[in-house]
């Protein structure tokens, strides 16, 4: 059974810094392709932030993040991270961490960034959450 456990959410003022962790077993690291952090703000869709492809350690990120965030995994202790810097108020949500156990077909892999798709992953975490006041 995939379990991910989120912590490291909290409240920071805008500039800030928050560093969120995703524990997972090692089953989960060895059976997942790519793991991924999201995030929900209230009355919005779930969006991507940034995945891992993990075998390669090769990141992606949504550009509204990229340069202020970053994503890293510890396979020794099968944790999976968001470093996030410069935090702004639009920062402001739910954070997730998921897991993706198999590879998309072709026709999917042939989409723009579909490695920051929500729906393309099968396990999520409960969640934790960032506050970034201004």
């Known amino acids: 059974q995939v379990q991910l456990a989120e912590s490291g959410g909290g409240s920071v003022q805008a500039g800030g810094s928050l560093k969120l962790s995703c524990a997972a077993s090692d089953v989960t690291f060895y059976n997942s392709y790519y793991m991924g952090w999201f995030r929900q703000a209230p009355g919005k869709e779930r969006e991507g932030v940034a995945a891992?492809?993990?075998?390669?350690?090769?990141?992606y990120y949504d550009d509204s993040v990229k340069g202020r965030f970053t994503i890293s995994q510890d396979n020794t202790d099968y944790t999976l991270y968001l470093q996030m810097n410069s935090l702004k108020p639009d920062d402001t949500a739910m954070y997730y961490c998921a897991s993706k156990s198999s590879l998309p077909p072709a026709h999917v892999r042939d989409e723009d960034r579909w490695f920051l798709w929500p729906g393309e992953y099968n396990s999520w975490g409960q969640g934790t959450q960032v506050t970034v006041s201004s």
């Open positions: 891992i492809y993990l075998s390669d350690n090769v990141a």
